[in-house]
């Protein structure tokens, strides 16, 4: 799957997607970006990407009594997160700020996911 093709066509499914990225074993693998919104410092992204990670990891110990899981939202007053692991060491990262249907754009996301996972 190509990662970078994957973060851009969910950054251009709608206009408030502020980032895509692709997180694998710690580091950040791919990424698109919108300019000109606040970014964190060095430190700040890595302390970010290991707090992501665990909240994955911490959600996926119980996919043996649930399910696998879809995805993670987190509600910032700011921007929403939307999580979503790809297997079992990476995860697709979406920052997107209100106004959007939260309901179309998981779905139109887990399309894409599911849609690069077949065409590997």
Not at 74 to 81: A, E, K, L, T
């Amino acid at each position: 799957m190509n990662y970078n093709e994957l973060c851009r066509a969910v950054a251009g499914l709608h206009g408030s997607i502020e980032v895509a990225i692709i997180l694998s074993k710690g580091k950040l693998v791919a990424s698109h970006l919108k300019s000109g919104g606040p970014a964190p410092d060095e430190e700040e992204f890595r302390s970010m990407i290991s707090q992501i990670e665990t909240i994955i990891k911490t959600t996926k110990i119980n996919e043996d009594k649930f399910g696998e899981v879809g995805f993670i939202a987190v509600h910032y007053r700011y921007i929403d997160g939307l999580f979503f692991p790809i297997n079992d060491h990476d995860a697709l990262i979406v920052g997107v700020i209100q106004p959007y249907d939260h309901d179309k754009l998981v779905n139109e996301i887990l399309s894409i996911v599911a849609q690069k996972k077949r065409g590997q």
